[in-house]
């Protein structure tokens, strides 16, 4: 079966790239197929089907850890200090007061030496040898006490420029690990919502399909039912045309009235006129199957089943299989399960909700080492608990509300599988109806065909006039119209219960 499918397929592929006016030979298959790989909406039901299968795989990472990197710069006017002003200038003159406090000592200190040097001399040691060194003494002193000083100052100032954070510059960096570990069941319901949704859009194409075939077949057989008649018509005309001609050649031998013959040239105009009427439909008709079918509308086409044939197929009717079937009903029931899942979305924000982190900070300046103008940074792992407490009932209400949904779309679900349980029971009796037409159709014709033979064979025996034999060639056309719509009828109503069934392919 595949074979054969690929080999049709290849046939029409060539046959829709001949030349315009050639003509082309195409049967119901084939023009189911070409209408599938030419129609735009269907090709706009897979890529919906494909955009389904992507969400389904972007909700399946939803259960793996997610990376992140983040980096940041910023600039501020004014730079944190951990010193005040105060401190500032008393860290920096620490040298120059610890030696205004000496200098107070170093004056006490000389004073002393003063009456030392006066208990010295009543002792009998030289003054001027003391004095000498005594003014040694205070020249090393002070230079001390200055040397001292200015390294207090420096000192100080090393400490003050030691707690200068330099903050105006900032600049950080982290990457971090983020795993779910329970988020309230919400990534469950979420995948699911992408499974459910993928097959909603499944059965869209599905039900795209169904219509694009349904519509095909409609103009199959249209085109087909107009083709008939056109070959109905034309056999009509040509009938009335020997009649008129054997009523012309009455008139002359006068066996016939005048009035007879105008009576016949009518009808001879009446059947031109249907039958143009047919041809401008059937063109019509063949136009609008070339668009279904992707043809340019001006090709020229030819439909196996436009031979005269027994247009009967035989359909199984089991109304049962309609309800695992239909498209449609698929694409409810999915309506009520996304329904319920976003319930399930919802009742997850009341739940508590717990994912591991961990990753790498870095910051320059960093405070690693005290505070340092270069990049530092450290691992950290830990774990995040959310519990909500209260919200005034807005999740509640929000479960309320999509409950609500999921009823009233269970509701639209039962009530559509009704509708659907009547349509298939609709178009059984259809297809009933239209093989008891088929039927009485065919019986018609029978009784048409002797009503016609017989009033052409008392014509021509001279019994019967021309009005009696037009009336009986009515009849018979209208027999014959009568069984070709019946059989289209038979067709289409077998193709809406393959329909209504779902086991349209």
Request: charged content about 20%; glycine content about 6%.
């Amino acid at each position: 079966m595949k074979h054969g499918w690929i080999a049709l397929s290849f046939i029409f592929y060539h046959l829709a790239f001949s030349p315009a006016g050639a003509q082309q030979l195409l049967s119901l298959d084939s023009c189911r197929t070409m209408a599938l790989r030419n129609n735009k909406q269907l090709s706009v039901a897979g890529l919906k089907q494909d955009v389904a299968s992507n969400l389904k795989r972007s909700a399946r990472t939803k259960y793996l850890p997610h990376v992140s990197a983040i980096g940041t710069y910023q600039f501020t006017s004014e730079e944190i200090s951990l010193l005040n002003d105060h401190q500032k200038q008393s860290l920096s003159n620490i040298g120059t007061t610890t030696a205004a406090g000496l200098q107070g000592m170093a004056g006490g200190l000389q004073s002393q030496l003063g009456q030392l040097g006066q208990m010295l001399g009543q002792m009998g040691v030289p003054m001027e040898a003391f004095q000498q060194m005594a003014g040694q003494m205070q020249q090393q002193f002070g230079q001390t006490l200055t040397n001292t000083a200015g390294l207090l100052n420096t000192e100080g100032q090393k400490i003050v420029d030691a707690f200068r954070t330099d903050t105006r510059n900032i600049f950080a960096g982290s990457i971090l690990v983020t795993q779910p570990v329970f988020m309230g069941g919400a990534i469950v319901a979420m995948n699911k919502m992408a499974d459910i949704n993928e097959e909603m859009m499944q059965n869209s194409l599905e039900a795209r399909r169904q219509a694009v075939i349904y519509a095909t077949d409609q103009a199959y057989w249209q085109v087909v039912s107009l083709k008939h008649k056109q070959r109905l018509a034309e056999s009509f005309l040509d009938v009335v045309k020997k009649l008129d001609s054997d009523v012309q050649k009455m008139i002359q031998e006068g066996v016939a009235t005048r009035s007879e013959g105008l009576s016949v040239s009518v009808k001879v105009n009446e059947a031109e006129m249907t039958l143009q009427k047919v041809n401008d439909g059937l063109a019509l008709s063949k136009m609008l199957l070339c668009k279904e079918i992707g043809l340019p509308i001006d090709t020229e086409i030819t439909l196996t089943d436009e031979a005269p044939a027994n247009l009967q197929l035989a359909v199984s009717r089991d109304a049962a299989v309609a309800f695992s079937n239909r498209p449609e009903l698929k694409m409810l029931d999915n309506t009520v399960s996304l329904s319920r899942q976003a319930t399930n979305i919802l009742k997850a924000a009341n739940l508590p909700q717990v994912a591991l982190t961990g990753g790498y900070a870095i910051s320059n300046p960093n405070v690693l080492n005290g505070f340092e103008k270069k990049f530092g940074g450290f691992w950290n792992v830990g774990l995040l608990v959310r519990i909500p407490i209260w919200n005034w009932g807005d999740v509640a209400y929000k479960v309320r509300a999509s409950k609500s949904a999921t009823a009233i779309a269970q509701l639209e679900l039962d009530e559509a599988r009704d509708l659907v349980e009547l349509q298939v029971n609709q178009s059984s009796f259809k297809v009933n109806e239209a093989n008891k037409r088929l039927m009485m159709a065919e019986k018609s014709i029978e009784r048409a065909n002797e009503n016609l033979r017989v009033a052409n064979l008392g014509f021509q025996e001279g019994v019967i006039n021309a009005t009696t034999v037009m009336e009986a060639q009515t009849a018979w056309l209208q027999a014959q119209s009568q069984k070709i719509d019946a059989e289209i009828d038979v067709r289409l109503s077998q193709i809406d219960l393959q329909k209504a069934l779902g086991t349209l392919e």
